[in-house]
């Protein structure tokens, strides 16, 4: 086994020797809206019914997210262990309506719960896939960890002026499980959680080819020489991976050696997707505070790297990666951030965890009274942040409402960044576009 399967670019203990919380990444305190996107659930890892370009799905006129989901009277730690898919609709972008569940039956769903991926809509048929992550076995008798990535096809996403319907049969059908000598498998994994999970579908607008990224983990023989022969250090291993997968057959998953590799720097690099703007790729990875190895200080965060091609080589966003973080007095108040590219925008949506909340570690959630964990706990759509793209800087442009969806034809407010680089250039004065080129 190499130590390199390939050579994927990498996110070095360099790069993230500079991370740093300022004015351009850290997002304001958020504050619980008036109303819940759902009243009867927790949500949180949220992402967008596209097309398969990337396009956000237009169904008659409603715009579709899913999320993962868990009865909202369930302790919030707990909800992992029960996750599975709703989905709800807006047509103003700013009030989603509950649908209930993607899958009405589960009788064919893979696995003991679900985790996140990615939704596709043919607007010329009205058929859905939906690609998951199959945690655990179906009907295991003791809670399991293992992972891999599946997708539903064969239904379709239907609507009419009473809402939109999830309609089936589904098929459900694996499509991939960790290789062990690009992807590091359960069995091999000797620190954290392995993973092997985000299937994120991803059309290459300059070949057309298609492809599905997801979460590994690089596997780091024994006896490496990595991180300086440091064993515990070799235990964070995150990778981004990636398959070749087909427009026309949603089974079809081919493994090719992962794009980006963190070994020694960090674990998990969950739910990598790509954001395609005047022929740079952008890609962006969510981490937590926790998964940074030992000697690394990181952050609840949105990290991203920037290449002239999906295959790299990419480099660090801002030097570090950073991207996008909570402010130190609420570390943990939103999480699962993910960037799509919205007429000359990019926005970022994420949902709303754990807010008047400051300690070090959500491990001290589990200490708390437990009605105290379910008020701390959101539960819901967090503010969706503006983000401001130029080459390798990222900056935040502003915010808007929980969960806010701007329409095609809505106007969105000049936020204070531009509204001084507009005065800055009736002033004839340098400063940096508050539009960036995104």
């Given at each position: 086994?190499?130590?390199?399967?390939?050579?994927?670019?990498?996110?070095?203990?360099?790069?993230?020797?500079?991370?740093?919380?300022?004015?351009?990444?850290?997002?304001?305190?958020?504050?619980?809206?008036?109303?819940?996107?759902?009243?009867?659930?927790?949500?949180?890892?949220?992402?967008?019914?596209?097309?398969?370009?990337?396009?956000?799905?237009?169904?008659?006129?409603?715009?579709?997210?899913?999320?993962?989901?868990?009865?909202?009277?369930?302790?919030?730690?707990?909800?992992?262990?029960?996750?599975?898919?709703?989905?709800?609709?807006?047509?103003?972008?700013?009030?989603?309506?509950?649908?209930?569940?993607?899958?009405?039956?589960?009788?064919?769903?893979?696995?003991?719960?679900?985790?996140?991926?990615?939704?596709?809509?043919?607007?010329?048929?009205?058929?859905?896939?939906?690609?998951?992550?199959?945690?655990?076995?179906?009907?295991?008798?003791?809670?399991?960890?293992?992972?891999?990535?599946?997708?539903?096809?064969?239904?379709?996403?239907?609507?009419?002026?009473?809402?939109?319907?999830?309609?089936?049969?589904?098929?459900?059908?694996?499509?991939?499980?960790?290789?062990?000598?690009?992807?590091?498998?359960?069995?091999?994994?000797?620190?954290?959680?392995?993973?092997?999970?985000?299937?994120?579908?991803?059309?290459?607008?300059?070949?057309?080819?298609?492809?599905?990224?997801?979460?590994?983990?690089?596997?780091?023989?024994?006896?490496?020489?990595?991180?300086?022969?440091?064993?515990?250090?070799?235990?964070?291993?995150?990778?981004?991976?990636?398959?070749?997968?087909?427009?026309?057959?949603?089974?079809?998953?081919?493994?090719?050696?992962?794009?980006?590799?963190?070994?020694?720097?960090?674990?998990?690099?969950?739910?990598?997707?790509?954001?395609?703007?005047?022929?740079?790729?952008?890609?962006?990875?969510?981490?937590?505070?926790?998964?940074?190895?030992?000697?690394?200080?990181?952050?609840?965060?949105?990290?991203?790297?920037?290449?002239?091609?999906?295959?790299?080589?990419?480099?660090?966003?801002?030097?570090?990666?950073?991207?996008?973080?909570?402010?130190?007095?609420?570390?943990?108040?939103?999480?699962?951030?993910?960037?799509?590219?919205?007429?000359?925008?990019?926005?970022?949506?994420?949902?709303?965890?754990?807010?008047?909340?400051?300690?070090?570690?959500?491990?001290?959630?589990?200490?708390?009274?437990?009605?105290?964990?379910?008020?701390?706990?959101?539960?819901?759509?967090?503010?969706?942040?503006?983000?401001?793209?130029?080459?390798?800087?990222?900056?935040?442009?502003?915010?808007?409402?929980?969960?806010?969806?701007?329409?095609?034809?809505e106007e969105l407010p000049e936020t204070e960044a531009e509204r001084i680089a507009r005065l800055r250039s009736e002033r004839g004065e340098p400063g940096r576009d508050g539009y960036g080129s995104g």
């Amino acid at each position: 086994m190499s130590e390199h399967p390939r050579d994927a670019s990498a996110w070095t203990r360099e790069h993230v020797a500079g991370l740093e919380r300022t004015d351009d990444n850290t997002t304001p305190i958020i504050y619980p809206p008036e109303h819940n996107t759902d009243p009867d659930n927790h949500i949180w890892d949220t992402w967008l019914l596209r097309t398969p370009d990337g396009t956000i799905a237009d169904v008659d006129g409603y715009r579709v997210i899913v999320a993962l989901s868990a009865p909202n009277d369930l302790l919030p730690g707990k909800r992992h262990d029960v996750a599975t898919h709703r989905f709800y609709y807006s047509r103003d972008g700013r009030e989603w309506t509950p649908g209930g569940r993607v899958f009405a039956s589960d009788a064919n769903v893979l696995g003991s719960r679900q985790w996140a991926g990615s939704a596709i809509y043919d607007p010329d048929t009205g058929e859905a896939s939906l690609y998951y992550t199959a945690a655990g076995e179906r009907d295991e008798a003791d809670l399991s960890y293992t992972q891999h990535l599946a997708v539903a096809h064969g239904g379709t996403v239907d609507a009419d002026e009473e809402g939109v319907r999830f309609e089936g049969p589904w098929t459900h059908e694996t499509l991939a499980h960790p290789d062990g000598e690009w992807y590091e498998r359960e069995d091999q994994s000797r620190g954290m959680i392995y993973t092997f999970r985000d299937p994120w579908y991803f059309e290459d607008p300059e070949s057309g080819d298609t492809f599905l990224l997801f979460e590994g983990n690089t596997p780091v023989p024994d006896g490496s020489e990595a991180c300086g022969g440091d064993p515990v250090g070799q235990e964070f291993n995150g990778s981004v991976g990636i398959a070749r997968a087909s427009s026309d057959d949603p089974t079809e998953c081919e493994l090719l050696p992962p794009l980006l590799d963190a070994v020694c720097v960090n674990q998990e690099l969950e739910r990598p997707h790509v954001v395609y703007r005047d022929g740079t790729y952008y890609l962006f990875v969510a981490s937590h505070r926790h998964t940074f190895a030992p000697g690394v200080e990181g952050y609840d965060a949105l990290y991203g790297f920037a290449a002239d091609s999906l295959f790299g080589e990419y480099e660090p966003l801002n030097g570090s990666g950073l991207v996008l973080t909570n402010p130190a007095n609420a570390p943990f108040q939103a999480y699962s951030w993910l960037a799509y590219g919205h007429r000359d925008e990019v926005l970022v949506t994420s949902f709303f965890n754990y807010y008047d909340y400051d300690r070090p570690t959500l491990d001290d959630v589990a200490y708390l009274p437990e009605d105290e964990q379910f008020r701390r706990f959101g539960g819901t759509l967090a503010p969706t942040v503006r983000l401001g793209i130029d080459g390798l800087d990222t900056w935040i442009r502003g915010t808007l409402g929980h969960g806010h969806l701007p329409t095609t034809e809505e106007e969105l407010p000049e936020t204070e960044a531009e509204r001084i680089a507009r005065l800055r250039s009736e002033r004839g004065e340098p400063g940096r576009d508050g539009y960036g080129s995104g």
